[in-house]
């Protein structure tokens, strides 16, 4: 739906950093973070700027 170019912008109040353990490891670009299962988001903006989709979210 929205291809490779998306960016999640969360607001995190229980999210754990994961970057150390991650396969992926810690990254200039990107950020790992883990939830508890069942996690609720609420999307605060959604913007769409040439190839590139934006999501703002927030823990709920």
Do not use: C
Not at 2 to 21: A, R
Not at 27 to 46: D, I, M
């Amino acid at each position: 739906m929205y291809g490779g170019n998306t960016l999640f912008i969360i607001l995190s109040k229980h999210g754990k950093n994961i970057e150390e353990i991650s396969k992926y490891g810690p990254s200039q670009n990107e950020k790992e973070v883990l939830f508890v299962y069942k996690t609720r988001f609420n999307v605060l903006e959604l913007t769409k700027s040439n190839d590139k989709t934006f999501i703002k979210m927030e823990e709920a």
